[in-house]
């Protein structure tokens, strides 16, 4: 907001930067406090386990991390606001992934390392189910309402100027489906930090980036009957085997 007058859309970039260099800082806080050490060697036997461990999301991160290029690849060859669509439903849905996928998987993390650490697996196990019926039943009322009501949503966040009822309209078609994808999510997250807490981060990464390899199938399989919309199931497909895997 305060760039904006002088450097127009570059703000929103060069405040995205901002806001990340100071969230990246706020983990320093409780390092600084408890006087951990910032620094290991190369030799340290803690920094090749290290590098062990997060190998396979950096890699495999190259194509979970395609996946919206791949939406917008098949995209941009649809009719006029199909892009957009996709992007601001996408938009809409990461508050949703932030809320509920992102924050109980952060939530939950804490207890998951502990319980493996004092009881092992079977702790571990009766954390996880407990996780996981948490998810469940925060999740559903709150997608299932968004799902509802996402024209009425669309309507109210955006439907203003150049967009008109026709966009929210294409924007609200596809509310339902990237909810049951933040459901999918906040599942695999759950999933996700169970095995990352056994130091197990090649599998799980690996049948990611191998379901995403899967979507152009999807993608040519719903295009021609549901348009744009095929888009959003193809991603929801891919995150469904994704847990499944």
């Known amino acids: 907001i305060v760039g904006y007058p002088y ?7 060069w405040g995205f930067l901002l806001s990340s260099f100071i969230k990246s800082l706020v983990p320093l806080i409780p390092v600084t406090k408890m006087c951990w050490k910032r620094y290991l060697k190369i030799s340290d036997n803690r920094f090749k386990e290290l590098i062990s461990l997060i190998s396979p999301i950096i890699i495999f991160g190259f194509f979970t991390r395609a996946l919206p290029l ?3 690849y098949f995209a941009s060859g649809l009719s006029m606001g199909s892009i957009s669509s996709l992007g601001y439903a996408a938009k809409i849905g990461a508050v949703f992934y932030m809320m509920i996928s992102t924050g109980i998987s952060t939530a939950v993390l804490p207890e998951f390392a502990d319980q493996f650490v004092v ?5 571990l196990a009766g954390s996880y189910q407990k996780a996981m019926r948490f998810t469940w039943v925060i999740s ?10 996402s ?15 026709e966009s929210s309209i294409m924007v609200a078609r596809l509310m339902p489906i990237l909810m049951g994808v933040t459901l999918c999510n906040a599942i695999g997250n759950i999933i996700g930090r169970a095995l990352y807490v056994q130091g197990k981060t090649f599998s799980f990464n690996f049948v990611g980036a191998l ?6 199938v999807f ?4 295009l021609p009957r549901f348009d744009y919309v095929g888009l959003a199931l193809a991603s929801l497909f891919v995150n469904l085997l994704g847990i499944l895997g």
């Not at 450097?7 to 970039?13: H, I, K, Q, T």
């Not at 009322?141 to 968004?146: E, G, M």
């Not at 955006?158 to 008109?164: V, W």
């Not at 379901?211 to 152009?216: G, I, Q, S, T």
């Open 140 to 149: 559903l009322p709150v997608l299932a309402i968004a799902s509802v009501l």
């Open 151 to 165: 024209l009425p949503m669309v309507q109210f966040m955006l439907q203003r100027g150049n967009f008109d009822l």
């Open 119 to 123: 009881t092992g697996k079977t702790g």
């Open 7 to 13: 450097l127009g859309v570059r703000a929103l970039a």
């Open 70 to 72: 791949l939406e917008r």
């Open 219 to 222: 993608a040519m399989l719903f």
């Open 211 to 216: 379901c995403v390899l899967l979507y152009p």
